[in-house]
């Protein structure tokens, strides 16, 4: 299988280096970047332009770069009949997705973008409970991401980066879609939603810092979501009450906690002492390939991805105006 990664920044690199250890694939990365001059000796490919990089006809490809450029990018890529996993979010605005969409069922392609949490033991444990009714009905859910940004990529100018950045579609909304993403898998569509978002910090950002919002689920669940760019140290946690009690979930520790409301008992389920971040993204890659190679629907395809998306953008357009915006 001929794969191509378009862009070699930091998800860039890591979706490379976990392709290294898969069988068979060949790989070709398409970057500006010198660095990635060094994958030559381990029998990559390099492009510096997309063009050229087109003309492999990669049967899959990776798109990495900047998310003003996903939808500009994958558009090209599924008109040469390239399947696509596409780094998450999807796109900084809905602009030509309908023209994406259309090539994408056209051409029968399988389709991903990226939501690594959804790879997470934790993440996965919760939603595993949910399945199995272990909370009976479930009444709403608090969920926290914050974090200090320029502490992400030590070493780096945190101004440059995408997602500090409106017109390379940064801002804490998006960037941290994350959360919106998990919390669709948990509970399904998105009724309305309220929100207020702005820039608090002194961060060099034109970007939001800041976004609070109350989302209400189609079957009434409601979730409470705290995202923002300045927390310190770092806060990651999401918990869900139900009728039978509560789930407590906690990133930067790495622990998850069930309360019982009949034995009236907290269980800790502790995931992995020795969190490692990257197995959520092999899994992920791994997942990603096998629906291509089986000809399977991805869980978060375009399609699905793109009613996310439209999630985060009430969450802004709402902040903006005022006003609840419901969404069909
Ligand atoms: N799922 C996740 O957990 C996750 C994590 C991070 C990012 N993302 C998403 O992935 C996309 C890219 O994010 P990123 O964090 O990888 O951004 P990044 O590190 O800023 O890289 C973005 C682009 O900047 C260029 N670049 C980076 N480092 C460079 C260097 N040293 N010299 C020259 N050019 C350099 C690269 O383009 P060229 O290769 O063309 O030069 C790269 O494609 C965004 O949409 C983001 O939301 C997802």
């Known amino acids: 299988m001929k794969i191509l990664i378009i862009g070699y920044g930091s998800i860039g690199k890591r979706h490379t280096n976990n392709l290294l250890n898969i069988d068979n694939l060949e790989i070709i990365v398409c970057s500006k970047n010198k660095e990635s001059f060094k994958l030559i000796k381990k029998g990559v490919k390099i492009f ?4 050229d990089a087109l003309k492999e006809k990669p049967d899959v490809s990776i798109i990495c770069n900047e998310t003003s450029f996903h939808i500009d990018t994958a558009i090209k890529l599924a008109k040469i009949n390239s399947h696509l996993f596409i780094e998450k979010p ?23 973008v990226g939501c690594n949490m959804r790879f997470h033991d934790g993440i996965k444990s919760i939603k ?3 399945d199995n009714n272990e909370l009976g009905q479930i009444f709403s859910v608090i969920a926290e991401n914050g974090s200090y940004m320029p502490d992400w990529h030590p070493g780096e100018n945190y101004q440059i980066s995408y997602a500090s950045n409106k017109k390379l579609g940064g801002g804490v909304v998006l960037t941290q879609i994350h959360e919106i993403d ?4 948990f509970f399904g569509k998105v009724s309305n939603v309220s929100s207020v978002s702005g820039k608090l910090s002194d961060l060099q950002l034109d970007v939001e810092d800041f976004s609070s ?9 409601i979730a409470e979501l705290h995202l923002d760019y300045y927390q310190k140290p770092a806060v990651r946690t999401c918990k869900i009450m139900g009728k039978k009690g509560k789930i407590i979930w906690n990133y930067e520790n790495n622990y998850l906690q069930i309360f019982k409301n009949s034995t009236k008992k907290f269980s800790t389920k502790l995931i992995d002492k020795k969190f490692d971040r990257n197995k959520m993204y092999v ?14 629907n991805c ?22 105006t005022g006003k609840k915006i419901s969404l069909k």
Request: hydrophobic letters at 45%.
């Open 299 to 320: 869980m978060n395809s375009v399609v699905e991805a793109y009613e996310i998306q439209k999630v985060a953008f009430a969450m802004k357009n709402s902040s903006i």
């Open 283 to 296: 899994e992920e890659l791994k997942y990603f390939l096998n629906c291509v190679k089986k000809k399977k």
């Open 90 to 112: 999807l796109s900084h605005s809905l602009d030509d997705m309908n023209k994406l969409l259309k090539i994408i069922k056209q051409k029968k392609l399988i389709t991903m």
């Open 48 to 51: 510096t332009s997309f063009e």
């Open 182 to 185: 998990y919390l669709c898998w």
């Open 213 to 221: 919002s109350i989302l209400k689920f189609k079957n009434n669940i």
């Open 128 to 130: 595993k409970f949910l």
